[in-house]
């Protein structure tokens, strides 16, 4: 099986490799593709450019067995949809399962998304949640397609949802992008080789002007 994990990734940082590490591993996947979006469709534009986000992404996993970096949404035009990049990884993979991962909080607006319902028929979604995830009703839609346990995954090779629990890290991109601003050390909070990259291209750090006299 072949899992797929998307996001901004603005920056990477810990509480994405530790879950995306950890789905690997419980699903038994032979590959984990971590996949940087150009253009959000449900969010704004990340305020740094593209081939930096993918540099600290593939910083942050060079030495990970398993995990590979796809770039297939930084090349493609317009908005990222997920339905486009899972109908281009299934005319790759034939009838490999390709399993989908994807947070509680995208998950409560997986129905915004665009074509949603088409996403199964390219991928099994895996909805990573955190200790004590209630969830809320799930449609019919949804709801038949609950996979009964995590070996019927590998049986199929798109169209089932299920739900993951996974280790909660209360870490924040966000928080991390106001912590380098205001000039504070983001140590332990992702990893150092990505930290070096901020660094040497001054991201998330505020615009100095400089005036003559």
Not at 18 to 31: C, D, H, N, Y
């Amino acid at each position: 099986m072949i899992g797929v994990y998307g996001g901004t990734f603005n920056p990477v940082h810990y509480g994405h490799l530790r879950t995306a590490l950890e789905v690997k591993e419980l699903f038994e996947l032979e590959q984990l593709r971590l996949i940087p979006c150009r253009v959000p469709a449900h969010r704004d534009e990340p305020d740094v450019p593209a081939h930096l986000r993918l540099q600290m992404l593939e910083a942050s996993v060079a030495d990970t067995r398993g995990f590979s970096v796809d770039r297939r949404e930084l090349d493609r035009a317009g908005p990222s949809y997920m339905v486009d990049t899972l109908h281009s990884l299934r005319n790759e993979m034939g009838d490999t399962p390709l399993l989908l991962f994807i947070g509680a909080d995208a998950f409560a607006g997986l129905e915004r998304w665009h074509q949603w319902q088409r996403l199964f028929d390219y991928a099994h979604i895996v909805v990573m949640t955190r200790p004590g995830y209630a969830g809320s009703a799930l449609s019919a839609f949804l709801q038949q397609r609950i996979a009964e346990d995590r070996a019927q995954l590998s049986r199929q090779n798109a169209g089932l949802l299920t739900f993951q629990e996974v280790t909660a890290l209360a870490i924040s991109a966000t928080a991390i992008r106001e912590l380098v601003a205001a000039g504070r050390d983001p140590q332990f909070l992702l990893p150092d080789r990505v930290i070096e990259l901020i660094r040497r291209h001054y991201l998330y750090q505020p615009l100095i002007h400089h005036t003559g006299n």
